[in-house]
């Protein structure tokens, strides 16, 4: 996904250029280079803002997702975007094109891995239960392999044998007897829980299958920067190029 802004140097330097002496001229680079970055970090901090206002608990991994390179007097661009690798799970630059570019979000790993045993149909999705949501309103990691174990989907995704049997080691566990599919008329179809109580067993969801969900777009990366740069850009040029005059030698 392209959820990447390349901040150029598009600023008005033709008239102050020809009024400079030569030693002032050779401080342009430096200026235009310090402005673009300035303004790389007002849209990064922009973007920020709308982050904090949209989203539903952002994870403090999804609030340090955006990132800025600095332009350079040989370089004058700076980029704004979103992450796109991590050392494990799934990068920003992925799980944010909804909210970034609207639309049905992607399947995610846990999803492919049902649909692949047809657990799931292929244009469904797992919405989990609101008991099983941690404070940032994502389920956990270890929650999808218990599930894909006890449901025999799990090797479809992990890589090696991860799927309940009937090993001593594995019924202990319990998860094969613990989660089960239902197919429901109503909207009771999804993945449920065997669950003892008090006053006897009982049974709840844990994901429910629905139909693609549509998301509207909540975080506007290229009006938020393109706001910005023309809010920003001259000004922080001007004001750059002070600076540069004032320490130029």
Aim: hydrophobic share 40%; aromatic share 8%; net charge positive.
């Amino acid at each position: 996904m392209a959820n990447s802004i390349e901040i150029s140097a598009h600023v008005d330097v033709g008239e102050i250029s020809r009024k400079l002496s030569d030693l002032a001229k050779k401080q342009i680079p430096f200026a235009t280079a310090l402005a673009l970055t300035r303004t790389a970090q007002l849209v990064k901090k922009g973007t920020l803002d709308v982050m904090r206002a949209r989203l539903d608990r952002p994870t403090p991994i999804t609030m340090s997702s955006v990132f800025v390179k600095p332009a350079t007097k040989a370089r004058l661009e700076a980029r704004v975007w979103f992450k796109d690798s991590w050392s494990s799970g799934i990068p920003a630059d992925r799980y944010m094109q909804p909210a970034v570019l609207g639309g049905a979000r992607r399947h995610k790993r846990f999803e492919k891995a049902l649909i692949s045993r047809q657990i799931m149909k292929p244009n469904q999705y797992a919405v989990p239960a609101k008991e099983f949501l941690n404070q940032y309103g994502n389920i956990t990691g270890g929650l999808a392999k218990k599930v894909l174990s006890g449901l025999g989907a799990a090797e479809m995704t992990s890589g090696y044998k991860a799927n309940a049997t009937n090993s001593r080691r594995s019924r202990r566990k319990g998860n094969a007897d613990r989660f089960f599919v239902l197919h429901g008329l109503d909207r009771s179809s999804g993945i449920w829980e065997r669950k003892a109580t008090r006053w006897g067993d009982a049974i709840r969801p844990v994901f429910l299958f629905v139909d693609a969900p549509y998301y509207k777009v909540r975080i506007p990366f290229e009006k938020i920067a393109a706001n910005i740069v023309k809010a920003h850009l001259q000004r922080e040029f001007e004001q750059a190029m002070t600076k540069a005059l004032a320490t130029a030698k």
